[in-house]
Nanobody, 116 residues
Framework: QLQASGGGLVQAGGSLRLSCSAS????????MAWYRQAPGKQRELVAS???????NYTDSVKGRFTIARDNAQNTVSLQMNSLKLEDTAVYYC????????????WGQGTQVTVSS
């Protein structure tokens, strides 16, 4: 199971840090990621990170968000800076094994609201 935390209400330009912890050890083959879903929109990938630390970001957050992974603690975080109104969404952490589609886990989601 994945447990996400750290969401909240923040003014535009502010920062938030999301955290996600796993109840069990995360396999080295699993990619950890953050997704988000805004009202009326499809869930989209925000950022992902491999066991070795290779990262990938959607264009809209590049330079503002940073994903990090602590393999020893089985956690993944998302540091969000320079937040914009369009970053408002429910954020979900995800752990998946790209070689086994049954190994795909989601956290419960945490609300991030950016106000003007």
């Amino acid at each position: 199971q994945l447990q996400a935390s750290g969401g909240g209400l923040v003014q535009a330009g502010g920062s938030l840090r999301l955290s996600c912890s796993a109840s069990k050890r995360i396999s080295h083959t699993n990619i950890m990621a953050w997704y988000r879903q805004a009202p009326g929109k499809q869930r989209e990938l925000v950022a992902s990170i491999t066991y070795r630390g290779n990262t990938n970001y959607t264009d809209s957050v590049k330079g503002r968000f940073t994903i990090a992974r602590d393999n020893a603690q089985n956690t993944v975080s998302l540091q969000m800076n320079s937040l914009k109104l369009e970053d408002t969404a429910v954020y979900y952490c995800n752990s998946r094994n790209p070689y086994n589609s049954r190994n795909n886990y989601w956290g419960q989601g945490t609300q991030v609201t950016v106000s003007s």
